[in-house]
């Protein structure tokens, strides 16, 4: 009978190679006037996070790899205004009560080098993606594969006396493998340098990153996704094992947009998250819950109004499981 952990990783494996041979029914079309390539999550996690969810960390010793899923839930992720007989028009949910899985390797090939993939995928989602604009029988959005995420990550300690800070530059590229009904797919890839800052303290741990996610702009009605700039501190607490943290993350958009109503749309997608983790010999487990802030405005004339997103989720929920290989 094999090890409990051993187990674990068996089955963890299973679920990357599984999501990984899910069929892809046609490549996107992203450039279609009802295209369903509209970045769904606002917040990916990052493959190198053990006490936060968004910001990475340094290998921790005695690590060899890392291997693990994700399962999330978010709801209100992406509304949508249509034409209609209210002048203020009607809401529409793109994506609505939204189960996704992100099975995710990590291997630590030197002690300042790890490597990282991701498969994430839909699993359910109760809103029908664009075609709920033009039809309200349009059908739930069945089980698709996203796009396959590509990271690296190097982090160099900094000699500052018994302070542990770690310097870490990051990379990550999403690889246009995906289905566009996922809702996790780009128009072609994409690419995210940042540079970030990880201080360890005895029972706290700070993190700070900073940088660009640069992708092709796609747009549906009035909304326009296009390149960001990345932003996300957080600070950790460790006792007995366990770990509570808590992070915002925010993701400003590089350009403001005009809507065909002539209003200007100031897209600023931010997110507050908690994570609660605890090891159990080499698996370590997580759970995390969130929303998306306020802090997107769209302005028109003298009025303005303030609104999460997009892509934005009212309440989210994930819970990790990760087994370490030593």
Same mark, same amino acid.
């Given at each position: 009978?094999?090890?409990r ?34 970045p ?12 936060? #969810?968004?910001?990475?960390?340094p ?18 992720? =992406?509304?949508?205004?249509a034409?209609?007989p ?12 939204? +189960? ?8 630590h090939?030197?002690?300042? =080098? ?10 359910s ?30 982090? #160099? ?29 780009e128009?072609?890839?994409? +690419? ?5 800052? #990880? ?11 900073g ?25 950790? +607490? ?11 993350q ?11 109503a002539?209003?200007?749309? #100031? ?18 487990a ?19 109004d ?16 990760? +087994?370490?290989?030593?």
């Open positions: 009978m094999l090890p952990g051993s187990l674990v990783a068996v089955v963890l494996l299973s679920g990357i190679l599984v999501s990984i041979a899910l069929p892809k029914p046609a490549l996107a079309d992203c450039g279609a006037v009802l295209s369903n390539c509209l769904g999550e606002s917040v990916p996690r990052s493959p190198f996070a053990l006490r936060f #969810h968004a910001l990475p960390e290998a921790p010793v005695g690590e060899r790899a890392r291997l693990g899923s994700e399962l999330g839930f978010q709801t209100r992720t =992406l509304i949508a205004s034409a209609s209210d002048p203020f028009g009607r809401e529409v949910p793109l994506l609505d009560d939204w +189960y996704t899985a992100t099975p995710f390797l990590v291997w090939v030197a002690p300042e =080098l790890s490597l990282a993939a991701q498969q994430p995928v839909t699993l989602q109760s809103a029908s993606g664009v075609e709920a604009v033009s039809s309200i029988d349009a059908p739930a959005i069945p089980i698709a594969a996203g796009d396959t995420v590509l990271s690296a990550l190097f982090s #160099h300690p900094l000699n500052f006396g018994a302070t542990a800070l770690t310097l870490m530059v990051a990379q990550r590229a999403t690889v246009p493998t995906g289905h566009e009904s996922s809702f996790l797919k128009d072609g890839m994409s +690419y995210s340098p940042s540079l970030g800052l #990880h201080w360890q303290l005895t029972s706290l741990t700070f993190a700070a990153i940088g660009l996610h640069l992708r092709r702009s796609v747009s549906f009605g009035d909304l326009r996704f296009g390149s960001e700039a990345l932003f996300g501190a957080g600070v950790a +607490y460790s006792r007995w094992n366990a770990s509570l943290s808590t992070e915002l925010l993701r400003p958009a590089l350009q403001s947009d005009e809507s065909a002539g209003a200007t749309i #100031h897209r600023f997608p931010a997110a507050l998250l908690f994570n609660l983790g605890y090891p159990f010999g080499p698996v370590h997580a759970i995390g819950v969130g929303s998306s802030l306020p802090v997107s405005v769209t302005q028109k004339g003298a009025t303005s303030r609104v999460s997103g997009p892509p934005g989720s009212v309440f989210r929920m994930s819970a990790t499981l990760a +087994y370490s290989f030593r």
